[in-house]
Structures are given as C-alpha cells and as structure tokens.
C-alpha cells in the first residue's frame, strides 16, 4: 500500500490552530506521511509560534491531501505568484483539496474554487465571491473533493471529517476519544448568530480596518485567474 | 499596569495541541506577554511540528500564569530534577498554576497539586493519585488558583475559562467569536463515556503497553515529592 501524503502549506501570517488542530488530528492516519511545508522550507512564524524543519513546498512532488490554513497572511500570500504556483501545482493532482479558515480564499485565487461550495471564517465569506465559489455556512463544507473548514477551531472538525473519509468512522472515533474532543465552550459566542449583539459589533468594528485591503487583494487576485 | 505573563512549558514528547489551543486563546489577551519556553532554549519536536525560538525556562524570572501541557513525554520530564526545579521555582510565584492533559501530573510531581481537584487525560487520571491530588472528571477543574483541564482538545475550553478570569466575560466572548470556537464534532466519542464500548475497549488495549512504565514513573515522582 502506498503512503498517503497529507500537505499542510504555511506561509507568514498564518494563523497556528487552523493548521495545529487538523494536524494533530490527521498525522494519526493510518499509512500517513504528514508533511508541513513553506516556500523554500523557511521558518514560519505564527502569532508568537515559531515552526521550523518545515519542507519546501517546490520540492514536494505530489500529494494526496493538500490543506491549506487561513490567517491574516491569506491577502499577501494569494498575490505571492511563487507561492500560488507551488499551490496550483500541488493541488492540481491531489485527490482532496481542503483548507481552513480564511486559506479557502487561497485555494480560490489558485483557480480550485469556481462553481464550488467552500467554508472561510464568518467574517470572510464575502471575499470567496469574485472567485464564482459559493459561500457555505457549515462548519465544514464538502462539495465533490473539495472540503473546506470554517475560522479557527473549525479546523478540528474538519479534521474529523477528513479523518472519517481517510480511514473510516471506528478509527476517526478512536482518534476523537484519544484526543478528547468532546467540547464542552464556557459560553456561546462562537459564531455571528450566536454571539450578543454587542460583541459581534465590538469584533466587527476590529475588523473593519482590515476589510478595505483584504477586499482590494481577493479581488485583484481573482482578476489573476481569468483568462488574460 | 504591568504586564501579565503567561508562561507555556514545553518539553520533549509534549502533544502540539495541548498548548497551541490555549496559546491562540491566551494570546490574545489584553496587556499580556506570552512566552514559550524549555529547558534551555532548545528546540521541541512535538509529534512532527518542530518549535523554535523558545524562551530558556531559566531566564524566565516569573510569570503570572504557568500553563504545562501534556504528552507522552511527561513521564520523562517529571523525572528530571534540572525541569523539575524551573516548574517548581516559576510555579511557587505563579498567581495561576494550571495544565492541559497529562500535564497535571507534572504540576503533581512539582508538589502543587497535594490535596487539590485536577482533571488529566481520562486515561491517565489515576496517575495523580499517588500524589495526593483528588481527580476531577470534568473538562476544567478549578480549586481556588490552580485551573487544569481534560485531555488535549480540553485546552481550548481552558483557555478560553482563563481567558474570563484574565481579561472579562464580554473580552472572552469577542475572541471567541474570533476564532470562530462553536465547535460541531461529526460524531461524539470523545470521552469513554460516550464511546462506544469496542472503540473504547480498543483505545485502552493500545494505551496499555504505556501503563505500567508510566504508573511506575508517576510512583517513583511521587516518592520524591515526600520529605526525606
């Protein structure tokens, strides 16, 4: 049997549980290579995380799973012309394309998202648009082989589901009872309709100032994917 | 106002997301420093995730809050006198003595746990017996400043407990809806309660073969904690 090579691609700026979540999760599939990989395999740094030993991305010559996570870095690194190009490459022949959080707006500016239904953090979802994907609310979203998580710590969930449909349901619920995961939230704010009105003004207003660049960059990247 | 440090300690053999949960979390907290450090500075492999640019547990002068993660490492570092001492000597100051998963046992072989409430790994709960510690079963376990919670994925819930006590209910609940934490497991088997009886039978049949050298080790930590 060969090895089943599950990608995680990091780039600067990325947000460290999109990617810790699903790995610590999917590194447990049986018959799995879990390879974690940056353009030119530099450190990546990550809201005070530093990872290194990572592989380079240009010299990883396939994949069966590639996942890309989101963060503040998505806009930077959807208009990186190298770094989308290891992307495109990598994702073109694996058998399931798959991210979290804001890292489906990569996978959209790769080309991998057109006519499709895709997951982005709540607050993000617009920005899927200019590429033809079609925003789904789920915490995770498949449409064909394509299997996007929410913000954050959706990416546990969509490890879930991923580890389901790698290895079957016993082994994902052995792999959930060893990790625990039966959450149990202190309080329900977690998503737009849950949360007070007060708090989803306060998180919206902190995000405002990113929305104008972010908004400028998904669609200058979409631009990027049609025909010239 | 000072800064609050909040401490993550790191050693070999430690599970990436007992600590990379919380860390998101606590991060984010209001006037805070978050350090990450090991014995030394060195770098920590951590069940294919490589960790650099940490702290040196003894040029940590003090914090606010020592968080130990857990992992099968435990057994070792609560056997090493040189970690053992900088857990003690960060801890004793330490305004809030806290862990994720097995990482309670090290807090119970620094000698803080004797005659207080701390969760643990289900699978391992027994281990914080010899030290005198009651076992709690739920997610996070408060005994006045001493916070632990369950096993791995438990550290998110932790955080986000801490997070209350640091910085507010309304500061929590807005990072929350940040991180999108509304979380919707596929299935539920996350604890040996809700298992099913062969997932369950099967998950233990394989923690089996660490049992005896970890109880051993948890015995031989629990003699040290005794006056000569």
New interface residues.
Partial sequence: MSTLKILFVLYPGV???DF??P??VL?RAPGSE?I?ASLGGQ?I?A???????LADLSKVDRCDVICIPGGFGTTAAMLDEAFMAQVRRLGADAKYVTSV?TGSLILAAAGFLKGKRAAC??AWRSLLEPFGAIVGEE??VRDGNTITG?????G??FG??ML?ELAG??Y???V?????????????????E???P???A??KA?MASATDSRSEAALEASRRTEPA
């Fill in positions: 947000t460290h549980l810790t979540g790995h610590q590194s879990t974690v450190d740094e809201e005070g995380l530093t990872f290194t030993n959080c953090h709540w915490r995770v929410g913000g954050v710590t959706a546990i969930d879930f589901v389901e349901r016993d994902a619920e052995a959930q009872l060893g990790l625990e995961y039966a959450p149990d939230p202190p309080f329900h704010s977690g998503r737009p849950l949360a007070r007060e708090i989803l306060q998180v902190r």
